[in-house]
C-alpha cells in the first residue's frame, strides 16, 4: 500500500508565506523526480516546481524567485517553501512523485491540499 500524506496548506494574506510537505512511504518502487502541481477552479493542472534526485530543480514561470522546492532523499519528502505569496496563487496543490524509468506510468499523487491567498 502506498501512502501520499501532503501537510501545509491553508489561508493566508497577500505577501505571506506557506510551507508545503508532502512524504511517500509504503511499498513504492524507488523515486527519481518529486514535485507539486496546482489547479485552480475551472483550469487544467499545471506543474509549479519539480525536483530531480540529484537536486536540479525547475520552476514554472510565475513562481520563479519566490517558491523553493527541496527534497529529503532519505525521507522521500518533498518541500515547497512559498513566499511572497498572491492572490493568484490560489489552488488546490497536489504532490507528485515519479519513480525511475518505465516504472514512471506508476507515478505516485498526493490527495491535494488547499493554498488560498487573500488580497
Known amino acids: 500500500q502506498v501512502q501520499v500524506v501532503e501537510s501545509g496548506g491553508g489561508l493566508v494574506q497577500a505577501g505571506g508565506s506557506l510551507r508545503l510537505s508532502c512524504k511517500v512511504s509504503?511499498?513504492?518502487?524507488?523515486?527519481?523526480?518529486m514535485g507539486w502541481y496546482c489547479q485552480a477552479p475551472g483550469k487544467q493542472r499545471q506543474l509549479v516546481a519539480r525536483i530531480a534526485t540529484g537536486g536540479s530543480t525547475n520552476y514554472a514561470d510565475s513562481v520563479k524567485g519566490r517558491f523553493t522546492i527541496s527534497r529529503d532523499n532519505a525521507k522521500n519528502t518533498v518541500y515547497l517553501q512559498m513566499n511572497s505569496l498572491k492572490p493568484e496563487d490560489t489552488a488546490v496543490y497536489y504532490c507528485?512523485?515519479?519513480?525511475?524509468?518505465?516504472?514512471?506510468?506508476?507515478?505516485?499523487w498526493g490527495q491535494g491540499t488547499q493554498v488560498t491567498v487573500s488580497s
Open positions: 507528485n512523485a515519479e519513480p525511475f524509468g518505465s516504472y514512471a506510468a506508476y507515478a505516485y
Open positions: 509504503g511499498s513504492i518502487f524507488s523515486i527519481n523526480t
